[in-house]
Nanobody
Framework: QVELVESGGGLVQPGGSLRLSCAAS????????MSWYRQAPGKQREWVAT???????NYADSVKGRFTISRDNAKNTVFLQMNSLKPEDTAVYYC???????????????WGQGTQVTVSS
């Protein structure tokens, strides 16, 4: 069994910063990619950023230059540093890990339960 737990969400004023964390635990052999997604009220879930096990990163255009994704591979943890936050960044943020649980098994995605980020004055 694998569990992903996010933390670090909250209420912040426009222009402020937040740092989200997501720790994966349980039966994990290796994690290939760890990503952040978000879902605003009434909208579909959208991809935000991805970090590979080799430390390459990719970002959605809407957050490029403001958000930074990073990983601590030894702790199976991914972070999302969010700066210059805007009201349109308000959403529930979810982390996703694509991993294998043992040698020879396939890659499967696992999701966290989400953490609320609200940007408002």
């Amino acid at each position: 069994q694998v569990e992903l737990v996010e933390s670090g969400g909250g209420l912040v004023q426009p222009g402020g910063s937040l740092r989200l964390s997501c720790a994966a635990s349980g039966r994990i052999f290796s994690i290939t990619t760890m990503s952040w997604y978000r879902q605003a009220p009434g909208k579909q879930r959208e991809w935000v950023a991805t970090a590979t096990s080799g430390s390459s990163t990719n970002y959605a255009d809407s957050v490029k230059g403001r958000f930074t994704i990073s990983r601590d591979n030894a702790k199976n943890t991914v972070f999302l540093q969010m700066n210059s936050l805007k009201p349109e960044d308000t959403a529930v943020y979810y982390c996703k890990a694509v991993l294998t649980q043992s040698v020879g098994t396939g890659l499967y995605p696992y999701w966290g339960q989400g953490t609320q980020v609200t940007v408002s004055s």
